[in-house]
């Protein structure tokens, strides 16, 4: 199993961005999907997932400003990120997961190699 993410960049604060992560080597039909987020210094933090039923769940600081989504079709889940601020400023990450994620902290068992967000 592979993922691998992409779109990050610098950006303003109050700009967009908008993640992929591309899995291969398995299908997510059936599993959840996340992404999480690590900035230097701070501790993990699940930012958002979907399950195969399209049940979608956000960190709160996150609420209202981000949007996961999935296109079965080519494979990949992205996250569209909008009014962005400097404390969303971290390396992102993608995961899978086998079972239901309740929350955006998964459970997962596979993660891609990130992608840096910096918002100034």
């Known amino acids: 199993v592979q993922l691998v993410e992409s779109g990050g960049g610098s950006v303003q604060a109050g700009g967009s961005l908008k993640l992929s992560c591309t899995l ?3 299908t997510h039909t059936r599993r959840c999907m996340g992404w999480f987020r ?3 210094g701070k501790e993990r933090e699940g ?3 979907i399950n195969s039923d399209d049940m979608t769940t956000y960190a709160g600081s996150v609420k209202g400003r981000f949007t996961i989504s999935r296109d079965n079709a080519k494979n990949t889940l992205y996250l569209r990120m909008n009014s962005l601020k400097p404390e969303d400023t971290a390396m992102y990450y993608c995961a899978i997961g086998r079972g239901y994620c309740a929350s955006p902290a998964g459970p997962y068992d596979h993660w ?6 910096t918002v100034s």
Do not use: F
């Open 24 to 26: 291969s080597g398995t």
């Open 38 to 40: 690590q900035a230097p």
């Open 47 to 49: 930012v958002a997932a």
């Open 112 to 117: 891609g190699q990130g992608t840096q967000v």
